[in-house]
């Protein structure tokens, strides 16, 4: 049987451009910009179904980093809208401080991944970063200080945006056969 050298795609630039999109329609709606709605299709379809599917692939790749990622993440994304309409049917409501306790799990989750991410290349690091303040700032917002939802909204607008550009260096850099978007280097070299 003859193998074929088929280049195949990166799912990093679904699940990047999943993750980057329903936080920015997210942050969006913190800030007051925009309703609900927009948010739960994109949290259940690119955000969710579109990120976990990008994991599959990653951990077909052997990528462990992405897998955890966006397997995570986009089911961080399908778990948010669930609870958003099982509040909206009255089914399970779920309280300020129950999103908090959520939040506070997937803050512990993206702590993993942020110190994870130092070895990987600056750009990565850097959207974890602000992934990780964003959490922080949104379990306060959530126990009793909601003026930070607000300031969450505008910091992740920022991780939002960071998480776009890994997606642009990657495809860009690909179609033009050269490094365009750089990345950076690992804020911490392995080995």
């Known amino acids: 049987m003859k193998m074929s050298n088929v280049k195949l795609g990166n799912p990093a630039v679904v699940g990047l451009g999943g993750f980057g999109l329903t936080t920015l329609l997210l942050q969006f709606h913190n800030i007051g910009l925009c309703g609900l709605g927009p948010v739960v299709a994109m949290g259940f379809v690119f955000g969710g179904l579109a990120q976990l599917m990008a994991g599959m692939l990653e951990h077909k790749n052997g990528n462990n980093f ?3 990622a966006f397997s995570g993440y986009g089911s961080f994304w399908i778990g948010l809208g669930v609870i958003w309409l099982m509040n909206f049917y009255g089914v399970y409501k779920s309280s ?3 999103v908090g306790y959520y939040l506070v799990a ?6 993993i991944l942020w110190i994870a991410s130092f070895f990987i290349h600056a750009a990565m690091a850097t959207t974890f970063t602000t992934l990780l303040i964003g959490f922080i700032l949104l379990d306060l917002g959530h126990f009793g200080f909601p003026i930070l939802d607000e300031v969450a909204g505008y910091e992740l607008i920022i991780c939002a945006l960071c998480a776009w550009y890994m997606m642009a260096a990657i495809i860009i850099n ?5 490094t365009i978007l750089k990345v950076g280097q690992p804020w911490i070299k392995a080995n």
């Open 66 to 68: 992405g897998f955890a």
């Open 96 to 98: 300020t401080t129950d």
């Open 174 to 178: 690909d179609v033009a056969g050269r």
């Open 106 to 111: 997937w803050t512990l989750f993206t702590a």
